[in-house]
């Protein structure tokens, strides 16, 4: 494996020459510290060793993995009050002790919500509860992508790296699909065109890895 210092370099390099800043580094890294990362990018399965982690952020950058867990826990803790709870709850006044369904939708609206899809998701019955629950959202989000014209949509909470074609916005724009391969350098090359065709549609439950694993669970 390739030390993440010089993945830092390439991408640093990358950045300065095209203007444009990749978030391969941050990915590489999630996949070093937990091995499953590569094949099924789950945050809920992001568990890595402190000590590894710790080792890996020094490959990255040596000054910051003395303060990387202090800066971990101040952050997560902002993004918790900014994302689970009501807007206009006061974040030092939340307590979850003793709280009931009534309370946690009040107090804490996103985060039960977030509880309940989690709970879905890695229940033996997540293929039937999708269309209630899952695509149902997403046919929202969808509609609002193409209500308001987004061409390229994106998540902004946690950017991935997943970049979204809309074809409902823009169906007169042309769009070409290539297999690449990286190089030494960590660049991408195309290899191959694909005949690929984009329909303004949902995917099929089947064709994500999160459906394939939670169909492979059933069998």
């Known amino acids: 494996m390739r030390p993440l210092s010089h993945r830092r370099l390439t991408e640093r390099a990358y950045a300065e020459v095209s203007g444009e800043m990749n978030n391969r580094l941050y990915k590489r890294l999630a996949f070093s510290a937990v091995a499953s990362m590569g094949r099924l990018f789950n945050p809920a399965l992001f568990g890595p060793d402190h000590n590894w982690l ?26 918790f009050a900014c994302l689970a709870l009501a807007p206009s709850q006061d974040a030092a006044a939340v307590t979850f002790q003793g709280c009931d369904f009534n309370t946690l939708t009040a107090i804490a609206p996103h985060l039960l919500g977030q509880g309940l899809f989690r709970e879905m998701r890695s229940s033996g019955r997540y ?66 065109h694909l005949d690929v065709v984009f329909v303004p549609r949902l995917t099929d439950l089947h064709m994500t890895a999160l459906g394939k694993a939670a169909f492979s669970r059933n069998r």
Request: charged residues 15%; hydrophobic residues 40%; glycine residues 8%.
């Open 54 to 79: 710790v080792y890996l952020i020094r490959q990255v950058e040596p000054g910051l993995a003395s303060s990387v867990a202090a800066y971990v826990r101040r952050r997560l803790s902002h993004l």
């Open 127 to 192: 293929p039937q509860l999708f269309a209630v629950f899952e695509q149902s959202k997403a046919l929202e989000v969808y509609s609002y992508w193409g209500t308001h014209k987004i061409p390229t949509p994106f998540n902004g909470t946690l950017p991935k790296g997943e970049i979204g074609v809309n074809p409902a916005a823009y169906p007169v724009a042309g769009a070409r699909v290539w297999v690449a391969e990286t190089c030494e350098r960590g660049l991408l090359h195309p290899t191959e």
